[in-house]
């Protein structure tokens, strides 16, 4: 069956929503996502646009930066020190990848880990690696989610995920770690790809090579989460699981896009929310 990632996400972002509207009732607040774009990637821009849209939807008060892909890091850094101080923004975005002069580790430090919505200061990624409360990256608790969405219990399972970086790989292994799953994780020097992918019940793929992953390789009945976001020269995007294939093999299978992609936004919007509630806590 397919896993659809779109209709897990309104679900999730009409819960959200609803929230919004009881903390302006209540408390008069607004949530504010401080959002900071760097040059003029087309990539970026339109993952920007999709995010100040859905902000809109449930009522977030998103505030764009844009800045000319000659800015120094020094500026970048005041700017960031700004969205820190500044009372009615609550979550911090910094969309990826920054420009080559500018180091993103110090940019993300910067970022205070209370306004760290993405979850990538390492504080937060600390806090998971430690089983805290933290803030948890968007794309991993998306991937927990639609998990959960198809009852589906890492518990005792195998678990494979295919890729290694801070944002998707390394955290989503935690996450699952966390859930009791037992966890093998594969990168690029893997010895035997398709063996560690046969024995996978639920099996996580964020490489970002298209089809990389053949359907024939895949366990009959796992559970298969496409990360992968491949532009193809057609224009269209395709994952990095060969999907008519695997699906045959798969009990349940993410698409792309409508499957990884809707969810990771909606979490930005959760965290952002839970950010605004945090900093009312705070204020007491
Ligand atoms: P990175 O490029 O940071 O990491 C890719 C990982 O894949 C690396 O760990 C790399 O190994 C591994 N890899 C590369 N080639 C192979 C191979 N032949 N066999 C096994 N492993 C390999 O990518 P991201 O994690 O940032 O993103 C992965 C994909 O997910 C991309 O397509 C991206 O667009 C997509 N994505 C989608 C999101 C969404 O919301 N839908 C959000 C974030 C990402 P090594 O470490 O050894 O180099």
């Known amino acids: 069956m397919i896993i659809d990632g779109k209709a897990v996400a309104r679900e999730v972002q009409k819960e959200i929503k609803e929230e919004i509207e009881g903390l302006k009732r209540r408390w008069g607040m607004v949530p504010g996502l401080g959002v900071v774009l760097v040059g003029d990637d087309p990539a970026s821009h339109l993952y920007v646009r999709l995010k100040e849209k859905s902000c809109k939807e449930v009522g977030i008060q998103s505030r764009e930066h844009l800045l000319p892909a000659s800015v120094s890091e020094k500026e970048l850094l005041s700017l960031i020190h700004n969205l820190n101080q500044d009372k009615e923004i609550h979550g911090i975005?910094?969309?990826?990848?920054?420009?080559?002069?500018?180091?993103?580790?110090?940019?993300?430090?910067?970022?205070?880990?209370?306004?760290?919505?993405?979850?990538?200061?390492?504080?937060?990624?600390?806090?998971?690696?430690?089983?805290?409360?933290?803030?948890?990256?968007?794309?991993?608790?998306?991937?927990?989610?639609l998990l959960d969405s198809i009852g589906c219990d890492p518990k005792g399972k195998n678990v494979t995920v295919v890729g290694r970086s801070n944002i998707v790989g390394k955290p989503v292994a935690l996450m699952l770690l966390a859930r009791h799953a037992t966890v093998t994780i594969c990168h690029s020097r893997t010895a035997r790809l398709k063996d560690e992918v046969g024995r996978a019940d639920i099996l996580i793929v964020a490489i970002g090579k298209a089809g990389l992953v053949r359907g024939d390789w895949i366990k009959p009945g796992a559970v298969v989460i496409d990360v992968g976001s491949n532009r193809l020269p057609s224009g269209k995007f395709a994952g990095d699981v060969e999907?008519?294939?695997?699906?045959?093999?798969?009990?349940?299978?993410?698409?792309?896009?409508?499957?990884?992609?809707?969810?990771?936004?909606?979490?930005?919007?959760?965290?952002?929310?839970?950010?605004a509630k945090e900093s009312l806590q705070r204020e007491g």
């Open 243 to 275: 999907f008519e294939s695997a699906k045959e093999r798969a009990s349940w299978i993410s698409p792309v896009p409508g499957g990884v992609g809707p969810m990771t936004i909606c979490m930005l919007l959760f965290n952002t929310l839970r950010a």
């Open 93 to 145: 975005l910094v969309q990826l990848p920054l420009p080559a002069h500018i180091r993103s580790e110090k940019i993300l430090e910067a970022v205070s880990p209370q306004k760290d919505v993405d979850g990538f200061h390492p504080f937060n990624q600390g806090m998971l690696l430690l089983g805290g409360e933290g803030f948890k990256p968007c794309t991993p608790m998306g991937i927990m989610k």
